[in-house]
């Protein structure tokens, strides 16, 4: 649905050229988007339709806002924005919410009672993260209603949670010099990234990239947690996830033959041709 990057950096050289680091993430991931684009750096924006300008229009527009911080955020969508507050908060969101008919009930709501799901999600976490020093019930809220990845900004933090069915991946990046960190997507970013080490951002994991630090993990959502039908789960799951270190669709594959050993011992014969392996890469919810 959509490709998303963040960078934090102690380096001042870094800071200085973010918008061209940023750009060079967003233009290696497979999702490139064609709707929609945006870059958050410090507490400026740029956006716009379509696909993502060549690098000469994005110093130009760098320049002319000022674009110059230490962290930054990216967004490329297949489509405009679902939200309108997604144009006032600096937040990027890949996935999709649920249940969030009875949010205006919630008792941290208030003012934003009234606001799209996006903003109300986003109230009140920052309420839990932020003003009440909950991170886990923070988490928990979030991932109670998040099916997906998000990454915002708040008071020049970032912030990026993985859903705990890890329906989609989330991956993180450090230099050795532990002054620059990466949080993606997708991996295909270190294909060009080659100094930076990557990893997979564990199912249920709220992590911070702050001022001064390069990435701090914030909670852990226990894996006893997940409330989910297996079944659910494999059909959910992105297909470049992994799962007890198998991926999704090696998984979705053993699902079939044991489906079909099972009919054959049932029957008494072998039936081969019942092998119910996937001919589609790409999970059902997002075809």
């Known amino acids: 649905m959509a490709g998303i990057v963040a960078i934090n950096t102690t380096n001042v050289t870094v800071s200085n050229n973010i918008v061209y680091?940023?750009?060079?993430?967003?233009?290696?991931?497979?999702?490139?988007?064609?709707?929609?684009?945006?870059m958050v750096v410090a507490k400026k924006a740029i956006s716009g339709e379509g696909s993502l300008p060549p690098d000469d229009k994005l110093s130009l527009l760098a320049r002319k806002e000022?674009?110059?911080?230490?962290?930054a955020?990216?967004?490329?969508?297949?489509?405009?924005p679902q939200f309108h507050s997604m144009h006032t908060i600096q937040i990027?969101?890949?996935?999709?919410?649920?249940?969030?008919?009875?949010?205006?009930?919630?008792p941290l709501i208030g003012a934003a009672k009234d606001s799209d799901s996006l903003y109300k999600i986003y109230h009140i976490f920052t309420k839990l993260l932020i003003e009440r020093g909950q991170p886990e019930r923070a988490a928990e809220f979030l991932d109670r209603?998040?099916?997906?990845?998000?990454?915002?900004k708040v008071d020049g933090d970032i912030y990026a949670f993985?859903?705990?069915?890890?329906?989609?991946?989330l991956v993180i990046a450090s230099n050795k010099s532990k002054t620059l960190s990466i949080v993606a997507s997708e991996n295909s970013l270190h294909t060009s990234l080659k100094e930076m080490k990557f990893n997979d951002i564990r199912a249920g994991a709220l992590i911070a990239l702050r001022k001064g630090t390069v990435e701090e993990v914030l909670t852990n959502l226990p894996r006893e947690a997940i409330l989910m039908d297996?079944?659910?789960?494999?059909?959910?799951s992105h297909v470049?996830?992994?799962?007890?270190?198998?991926?999704i669709y090696e998984i979705r594959k053993n699902i079939g033959r044991e489906q079909a050993d099972f009919l054959g011992c049932k029957m008494g014969q072998q039936i081969d041709t019942a092998y119910a392996e996937p001919d589609y890469t790409r999970p059902m919810t997002l075809g």
């Open 92 to 106: 990027v969101l890949d996935g999709f919410f649920v249940d969030t008919e009875k949010l205006h009930l919630h």
């Open 145 to 152: 209603h998040l099916r997906g990845n998000l990454i915002f």
């Open 162 to 169: 993985r859903n705990s069915s890890g329906f989609k991946p």
């Open 21 to 38: 680091l940023l750009s060079h993430c967003m233009r290696m991931l497979q999702h490139r988007g064609k709707a929609y684009w945006k």
């Open 230 to 236: 297996p079944f659910e789960f494999i059909r959910e």
């Open 240 to 247: 470049t996830s992994l799962f007890n270190n198998k991926s």
């Open 73 to 80: 955020i990216g967004y490329l969508s297949k489509r405009s």
């Open 66 to 71: 000022k674009l110059i911080g230490k962290n």
